[in-house]
T-cell receptor, first 117, second 115 residues
């Protein structure tokens, strides 16, 4: 019963390059969330997706960042023209379809550590 | 305004003793969920325990329990019989609304367990 998978675990990019981060949710989970953790800080919400739909992108920077969760395949967080300030750990979480109760725990992947040189 | 506040940047506890990590929250939504996660030095985020706003009893999961005081808007994590492996960052988080949606995290508390 595999957990949330993220790859790569570590990614190094030079300023101006593109970064693509992948997330495969747990089996049976249809909701995906992306969070960013800057050094010495808590996690900050970026975007919430269901298959082929963006539900909430209120935490996404207006430029250079995009996310998708296609019908087939993993969710992708894409950062164009990276800058040093994008260096952070990016976590993906998934949760199951709603079952009618209040429990909708998000389970996290191991994260991708992005370093921008 | 801070929605989730963890006032203890760092805590020490002796092995085998109990420790309480504080968390207060702020919301006007009657439906919400409260979560605690552990982040060891390896970096992954591990789910520990959940408390729903309508739950009548405090949540418990093994050595973890959540001291939920709704009127005071606090959701403190209690770890009993601390172990060396409990040394980690601990994050309190809240989800507003009935189901789904983003988690709002506190700044975290770094717990160190002394042998």
């Amino acid at each position: 019963n595999a957990g949330v998978m993220q790859n790569p675990r570590h990614l190094v990019r030079r300023r101006g390059q593109e970064a693509r981060l992948r997330c495969s949710p747990m089996k049976g989970h249809s909701h995906v969330y992306w969070y960013r953790q800057l050094p010495e800080e808590g996690l900050k919400f970026m975007v919430y997706l269901q298959k082929e739909n963006i539900i909430d992108e209120s935490g996404m920077p207006k430029e250079r960042f995009s996310a998708e969760f296609p019908k087939e395949g993993p969710s992708i967080l894409r950062i164009q023209q990276v800058v040093r300030g994008d260096s952070a750990a990016y976590f993906c979480a998934s949760s199951p379809p709603y079952s009618g109760g209040l429990t909708d725990t998000q389970y996290f992947g191991p994260g991708t550590r992005l370093t921008v040189l | 305004a801070q929605k989730i506040t963890q006032t203890q940047p760092g805590m020490f506890v002796q092995e085998k003793e109990a420790v309480t990590l504080d968390c207060t929250y702020d919301t006007s939504d009657p439906s919400y969920g409260l979560f605690w996660y552990k982040q060891p030095s390896s970096g992954e985020m591990i789910f520990l325990i959940y408390q729903g706003s309508y739950d009548q009893q405090n949540a418990t999961e093994g050595r973890y329990s959540l001291n939920f005081q709704k009127a005071r808007k606090s959701a403190n994590l209690v770890i009993s019989a601390s172990q060396l492996g409990d040394s980690a960052m601990y994050f309190c988080a809240m989800r507003e609304g009935h189901q789904g949606g983003k988690l709002i995290f506190g700044q975290g508390t770094e717990l160190s367990v002394k042998p």
